[in-house]
């Protein structure tokens, strides 16, 4: 029976140390950017591996956030419908002193979007087709603020409205 050889003990320096298997080529390509970087081969894997630790790290920190303050991130279209409420319930001089200020910062921010996607218009214009309400697009578009689909900025509030805009057309008496 063969013996086992008995490794040498080892020292705290040892410890800190791996040994990694490179793909073919990452090698040349490390020492390049180590170089570029003015580091050694050891200090630039050493910062990418810090690099993406620190990225994990935030990743994370974004996702807790997030969990944290999820319940109000949704309660905020219960909050806006709870102004229109208290506006309304407060009689005509007061209708809407808290919702024209809203509206004006939802303006800005729906300002600062893109236009929806090729595909997203495409879609639309599909749901418009299913919906059969002839004047589903010019309710959409009015509501949107666009002269026509491409220049839609919010997608999701589109398929929103054209749900609503079926469920009316389904409901209409034939």
């Given amino acids: 029976m063969a013996s086992k050889k008995k490794r040498p003990t080892e020292s705290i320096h ?3 140390r791996i040994i990694v298997r490179l793909p073919d080529g990452m090698r040349d390509q490390l020492a390049k950017t180590a170089e570029a970087n003015g580091r050694s081969v050891t200090a630039e894997v050493v910062a ?3 690099k993406h630790l620190e990225s994990a790290d935030r990743v994370t920190q974004i996702w807790e956030t997030l969990k944290k303050h999820q319940r ?3 309660d905020i279209e219960l909050i806006r419908q709870a102004v229109l409420s208290l506006e309304s319930a407060m009689g005509p001089n007061f209708y809407g002193v808290l ?3 809203f509206d004006r910062r939802k303006a800005e921010m729906v300002a600062k979007l893109p236009p929806i ?3 997203q218009a495409a879609h639309i214009r599909a749901l418009i087709k299913e ?7 010019d309710w959409l578009l009015q509501i949107l603020n666009a002269s026509r689909i491409e220049e839609i900025k ?3 509030r589109a398929l929103y409205i054209l749900e609503g805009v ?5 409901d209409r008496p034939t």
Wanted: proline residues 3%; without cysteine.
């Fill in 131 to 137: 919906t059969d309400a002839p004047e589903a697009e």
């Fill in 14 to 16: 040892d410890r800190d």
């Fill in 166 to 170: 079926a469920r009316r057309a389904k």
């Fill in 72 to 74: 109000d991130i949704e």
């Fill in 154 to 156: 919010e997608y999701e």
């Fill in 117 to 119: 996607s090729a595909e």
């Fill in 48 to 50: 990418a591996i810090e």
């Fill in 99 to 101: 919702r024209t200020d």
